[in-house]
């Protein structure tokens, strides 16, 4: 199986800036589709970001101009560099992995801005 592996969750403050890190490892063959979502408590999962094997990527409203995401393909990591933090990024941040169809998922980091 896939398996992907989380870090860089922490508390900061409002303005505060945070980097995550997703890195994949196992069955894979080739560069796959990556990006990341996000679930507040109470609320749906939503995309923040997306990234395709050739590097090119989408960001949801709420982010753009904020986040970035970008890769390492050497590494088959994925980053999550976050700027200007709100507390309304609050959430559980999880990195996904599409391939053959198939979507994998890390177990998520916990990521907490205040106010």
């Known amino acids: 199986q896939v398996q992907l592996v989380e870090s860089g969750g922490d508390l900061v403050q409002a303005g505060g800036s945070l980097r995550l890190s997703c890195a994949a490892s196992?069955?894979?063959?080739?560069?796959?589709?990556m990006g990341w979502s996000r679930q507040a408590p109470g609320k749906q999962r939503e995309l923040v970001a997306a990234i395709t094997t050739v590097g090119s990527t989408n960001y949801a409203e709420s982010v753009k101009g904020r986040f970035t995401i970008s890769r390492d393909n050497g590494k088959n990591t994925v980053y999550l560099q976050m700027s200007t933090l709100k507390p309304e990024d609050t959430a559980v941040y999880y990195c996904?992995?599409?391939?053959?169809?198939?979507?994998?998922w890390g177990n998520g980091t916990l990521v907490t801005v205040s106010s």
């Open positions: 996904y992995l599409n391939i053959w169809g198939m979507t994998y």
């Open positions: 196992g069955s894979i063959l080739t560069i796959s589709n």
